[in-house]
């Protein structure tokens, strides 16, 4: 199902997938700094079907059909997104009981907002190819991306799916990632104070990211921590290797969610 949030005037795109928020916990799926709903392909579908829980995406401003985001974007741009937006996407939705799923950005978000909100509502994190802070590699990738933009057939590319926001959704995540100030981006302090349980998942061939992000989660973690290192992936675990990732994530949120009372899958 399919619908337009109102967030503050603004319009957020967002689609259900099975259980209603009323009727079982929510995965809601956070996207990459160049996704939106669409992006995700049939996983939400899927995710939704391997869980028994309901999943729910959306296009934060500035991607997919959601209203467009003012540019440049701040530095600041995943924290404004976690902490003042994130929560009103939450309460438009109807969730009740959330497990946070996030890719890369979307993952970055999921941080911010688990160690830095106390909402009960979330009761676990799953963050696939999370940045915690900015590594040499992110850098060249995301410049190597701003080439393809401008020269090659990226723009084209992400227009099928970002429509009139195209220029909005890449401008917004590229202009920021490659500003030298960002180079100083770091969100360790949240793991700390984070008091839910995480899944990590990140492909071996992370052109975005090295382990050392995976690392840095443990390190700093005091609740459990669990991790998914995938062979022959890239920086879309949920792409490139679906089938080891929904069954991951399933099990995780199954475990984890099954532990409240009432808060068994629909359908597992």
Same mark, same amino acid.
């Given at each position: 199902?399919?619908?337009?949030?109102?967030?503050?005037?603004?319009?957020?795109?967002?689609?259900?997938?099975?259980?209603?928020?009323?009727?079982?916990?929510?995965? *809601?799926?956070?996207?990459?700094?160049?996704?939106?709903?669409?992006?995700?392909?049939?996983?939400?579908?899927?995710?939704?079907?391997?869980?028994?829980?309901?999943?729910?995406?959306?296009?934060?401003?500035?991607?997919?059909?959601?209203?467009?985001?003012?540019?440049?974007?701040?530095?600041?741009?995943?924290?404004?997104?976690?902490?003042? *937006?994130?929560?009103? *996407?939450?309460?438009?939705?109807?969730?009740?009981?959330?497990?946070? *799923?996030?890719?890369?950005?979307?993952a970055s978000i999921a941080v911010i907002y688990g160690g830095g909100a106390q909402d009960f509502r979330v009761r676990g994190l799953v963050l696939m190819a999370p940045h915690f802070f900015v590594e040499d590699v992110s850098v060249k990738s995301i410049a190597a991306a701003k080439v393809a933009y401008e020269t090659g057939g990226l723009k084209a590319r992400l227009a099928k799916y970002h429509g009139e926001n195209t220029e909005n959704a890449f401008r917004g995540w590229n202009d920021a990632w490659l500003d030298p100030e960002f180079r100083d981006w770091n969100i360790e302090e949240y793991i700390a104070t984070i008091r839910v349980p995480i899944l990590l998942i990140q492909g071996e061939d992370d052109a975005y990211g090295t382990l050392k992000q995976l690392d840095a989660c443990e390190r700093e973690a005091y609740c459990p921590v669990e991790r998914l290192v995938l062979a022959r992936c890239g920086h879309a675990p949920q792409i490139e290797q679906p089938e080891e990732t929904l069954r991951a994530i399933a099990d995780f949120t199954n475990r984890l969610l099954a532990v409240h009372e009432g808060l068994r899958p629909a359908a597992a």
């Open positions: 199902m399919e619908r337009m949030l109102d967030i503050g005037g603004r319009k957020i795109e967002a689609a259900f997938f099975g259980p209603s928020p009323d009727k079982a916990p929510t995965l *809601v799926l956070l996207h990459e700094g160049l996704g939106c709903v669409a992006m995700w392909r049939d996983f939400p579908e899927k995710l939704a079907k391997a869980s028994g829980y309901g999943v729910l995406a959306y296009s934060r401003f500035g991607y997919g059909k959601s209203s467009p985001a003012p540019l440049p974007r701040p530095l600041s741009y995943m924290h404004d997104e976690a902490l003042a *937006v994130l929560p009103q *996407v939450l309460d438009a939705a109807g969730v009740k009981k959330a497990v946070l *799923v996030g890719h890369s950005d979307g």
